[in-house]
């Protein structure tokens, strides 16, 4: 490009024309260079300070450090400890592209340092070498996230902090002059979004950009229609559980969050964002939509719907409105045709002529050459159904005219024709410009205003629809009707509302029905939390009853070895007395006795032999001649 319409651009000063790279310097660019040395996907890129070297990130686990503009010197591969594809790097800056920092899918976080040696190859292996040169640096590894980490960024301003972000909600803040912060109880989670979410949900991060231009602003890409933006100097670093953190702004294209609540689109979120050079744009690109450029210098703030009243001065200022018209308002508009916001153009340049109150508040009843051969083009283009090029010509006419609101209904059919994503919400934002117009016509342009008011109405209409607002259509469709009720026997018309009708009804008779599902479920739920209190109660008073039939038990088991315990010492003492009476009795008792216990043990053989050939059992002796024949 020319350094001087790249100086203009970076300036922000009027080019002239819309796009910044023309169809013809495109057609120019060709492949500089092919950089073959992974072996699976290249998921990241990432250049250094001075733009003098490349790292690449990929599936295959390694980051390659790629020279530039000397790309056939022999790459750097850098043996990582992921175990995972590779999905963010970045140069940690003021360190010679010593520090590289990567994020993979294996949750981890690691920052290679490499040697100075890294980086002398001798010059005569260039040639020879067809793989990358293998090097193994020392690694951090940090284990703060727990799910994939799509995302790690630095600040130029500072050498010694790193970020990540990260499918858990969160993104870490890494300093490398501190310790603790390698676990994921770590102090270091400067943003949380795990309850961000409706009802609490988690949401997702999905990229991360920090502003060069304003390092204490940083951007989130999130895993729902929105792009938060955060201001560092608002929010600390605090352990895992620290509360939602609340975003300075909060942007998405105007259709995403209506298609997401209407259930007509549940795939879309953003995948990355990332600030302008200057810093007063972000643009996000979103999964299954287009890319949109936010304006965040107003803070949200969309300039008023004032007319101009010095026609004069606008047609003097052709230049000025085609910039406003690159300008997108805070809703955001397809990067695909930097167009898309004319309507804060119209706005920008009403709003420059109203400064000039010298003449009559009356806009020109005649449009400018440039408005009318852009209309001429807009309209052949429609008939041709070239949709994208009647958006681009009609885009170009209100630059040139933005006071009409013809125009205005002309750019929404467009839109409504073309039917990309996003387009209805474009083709709504027009119709309530051209409306906005048409209240304020005045004088000679009053009539004029009244068939595009007309015009605008009804496209209003399927603009609604297409976004999956039916009743808000209906709505729409009967304002519509009572303001122009020649119109109100149209059988097309009556089809229409007869949709919308269904679609109204059928929407009721969904919420109807979740919410009875939703009843039923809540039911369910009581009836099994109640369940559970009754197995419960019956499984604690089985364990009491258990408990006491094992005490009783015991108790049982207890008293029997007492009783055992007892008569053993009764048996004990019955045999004491028998010895000392053997000990004590004169030599002819004990001879006595001794006669007389074998007496009675012969008599218990024999009793004993004859039970037991009747099928009995002997008898017990005790006494002084048990004991006798026992001695």
């Known amino acids: 490009m020319d350094p001087k319409l790249l100086l203009r651009r970076e300036l922000g000063r009027p080019q002239g024309h819309a796009l910044h790279l023309s169809e013809g310097l495109a057609r120019k660019l060709a492949v500089e260079a092919v950089l073959d040395g992974h072996?699976?996907?290249?998921?990241?890129?990432?250049?250094?300070?001075?733009?003098?070297?490349?790292?690449?990130?990929?599936?295959?686990?390694?980051?390659?450090?790629?020279?530039?503009?000397?790309?056939?010197?022999?790459?750097?591969?850098?043996?990582?400890?992921?175990?995972?594809?590779?999905?963010?790097?970045?140069?940690?800056?003021?360190?010679?592209?010593?520090?590289?920092?990567?994020?993979?899918?294996?949750?981890?976080?690691?920052?290679?340092?490499?040697?100075?040696?890294?980086?002398?190859?001798?010059?005569?292996?260039?040639?020879?070498?067809?793989?990358?040169?293998?090097?193994?640096?020392?690694?951090?590894?940090?284990?703060?996230?727990?799910?994939?980490?799509?995302?790690?960024?630095?600040?130029?301003?500072?050498?010694?902090?790193?970020?990540?972000?990260?499918?858990?909600?969160?993104?870490?803040?890494?300093?490398?002059?501190?310790?603790?912060?390698?676990?994921?109880?770590?102090?270091?989670?400067?943003?949380?979004?795990?309850?961000?979410?409706?009802?609490?949900?988690?949401?997702?991060?999905?990229?991360?950009?920090?502003?060069?231009?304003?390092?204490?602003?940083?951007?989130?890409?999130?895993?729902?229609?929105?792009?938060?933006?955060?201001?560092?100097?608002?929010?600390?670093?605090?352990?895992?559980?620290?509360?939602?953190?609340?975003?300075?702004?909060?942007?998405?294209?105007?259709?995403?969050?209506?298609?997401?609540?209407?259930?007509?689109?549940?795939?879309?979120?953003?995948?990355?964002?990332?600030?302008?050079?200057?810093?007063?744009?972000?643009?996000?690109?979103?999964?299954?939509?287009?890319?949109?450029?936010?304006?965040?210098?107003?803070?949200?703030?969309?300039?008023?719907?004032?007319?101009?009243?010095?026609?004069?001065?606008?047609?003097?200022?052709?230049?000025?409105?085609?910039?406003?018209?690159?300008?997108?308002?805070?809703?955001?508009?397809?990067?695909?045709?930097?167009?898309?916001?004319?309507?804060?153009?119209?706005?920008?340049?009403?709003?420059?002529?109203a400064r000039d109150r010298s003449s009559p508040a009356e806009p020109p009843t005649n449009l400018p050459e440039a408005a009318e051969a852009a209309k001429r083009a807009g309209n052949t283009a429609l008939f041709e159904q070239r949709y994208t090029a009647a958006v681009a010509d009609f885009s170009a006419a209100v630059a040139a005219a933005p006071w009409v609101p013809g125009l205005y209904t002309q750019r929404a059919l467009a839109w409504l024709k073309r039917a990309w994503e996003g387009d209805a919400a474009f083709a709504l934002r027009d119709c309530e410009m051209a409306l906005a117009l048409v209240q304020q016509a005045r004088g000679a342009a009053a009539a004029a205003a009244a068939a595009a008011e007309q015009q605008a109405r009804l496209r209003q209409v399927h603009a609604l629809k297409q976004l999956g607002q039916s009743q808000c259509a209906l709505a729409a469709l009967e304002s519509y009707l009572r303001h122009f009720p020649h119109v109100a026997d149209s059988s097309e018309l009556a089809s229409l509302r007869e949709l919308l009708q269904s679609s109204v009804q059928q929407r009721r008779d969904f919420r109807a029905k979740m919410q009875q599902q939703r009843q039923h479920l809540l039911q369910r739920q009581a009836q099994q939390q109640q369940l559970r209190r009754q197995l419960a109660q019956e499984q604690l008073e089985r364990q009491r009853d258990t408990t006491a039939a094992a005490a009783a038990a015991a108790a049982a088991a207890a008293a029997a070895a007492a009783a055992a315990t007892a008569d053993g010492d009764e048996e004990q003492r019955r045999q004491r007395r028998a010895a000392a009476y053997l000990r004590d009795a004169p030599p002819a008792a004990a001879a006595a006795a001794a006669a007389a216990a074998a007496a009675v043990v012969d008599a218990a053989v024999e009793s004993g032999s004859d039970s037991d050939a009747e099928g009995g059992g002997g008898s017990d002796s005790s006494g002084p001649a048990a004991a006798a024949a026992a001695a």
């Open 39 to 353: 072996d699976g996907c290249v998921n990241r890129l990432a250049w250094n300070e001075d733009g003098s070297m490349l790292a690449t990130a990929s599936d295959d686990c390694q980051v390659i450090l790629w020279h530039y503009p000397d790309t056939g010197r022999v790459p750097i591969a850098l043996q990582t400890q992921h175990h995972a594809n590779l999905f963010g790097v970045a140069f940690l800056p003021q360190h010679n592209n010593s520090r590289i920092v990567s994020g993979a899918m294996d949750y981890t976080v690691q920052l290679h340092e490499l040697d100075a040696g890294a980086f002398s190859i001798q010059p005569n292996l260039w040639i020879i070498a067809t793989q990358p040169h293998q090097v193994v640096p020392r690694t951090s590894v940090y284990h703060c996230h727990k799910s994939r980490v799509k995302e790690v960024e630095v600040c130029p301003q500072e050498p010694h902090l790193f970020w990540s972000a990260g499918e858990d909600g969160m993104v870490r803040q890494y300093d490398t002059r501190l310790a603790d912060q390698k676990a994921y109880g770590s102090p270091n989670v400067l943003i949380n979004l795990a309850t961000a979410g409706p009802r609490a949900g988690l949401v997702e991060c999905k990229g991360l950009d920090v502003n060069v231009a304003n390092p204490n602003m940083m951007t989130v890409a999130c895993g729902d229609p929105y792009v938060r933006v955060f201001d560092r100097r608002r929010v600390g670093t605090d352990r895992p559980g620290k509360p939602t953190t609340p975003a300075l702004l909060q942007l998405s294209a105007p259709h995403l969050p209506l298609l997401l609540k209407a259930g007509l689109s549940r795939r879309a979120h953003a995948t990355h964002a990332s600030f302008s050079s200057r810093g007063d744009r972000l643009v996000a690109s979103y999964h299954g939509d287009h890319a949109y450029v936010f304006d965040i210098t107003g803070a949200g703030e969309q300039a008023p719907l004032v007319l101009p009243q010095h026609s004069s001065r606008l047609r003097q200022q052709p230049s000025a409105a085609a910039a406003a018209s690159r300008t997108p308002g805070h809703l955001g508009s397809s990067s695909s045709n930097s167009t898309a916001a004319s309507a804060a153009a119209a706005a920008a340049a009403a709003a420059a002529a």
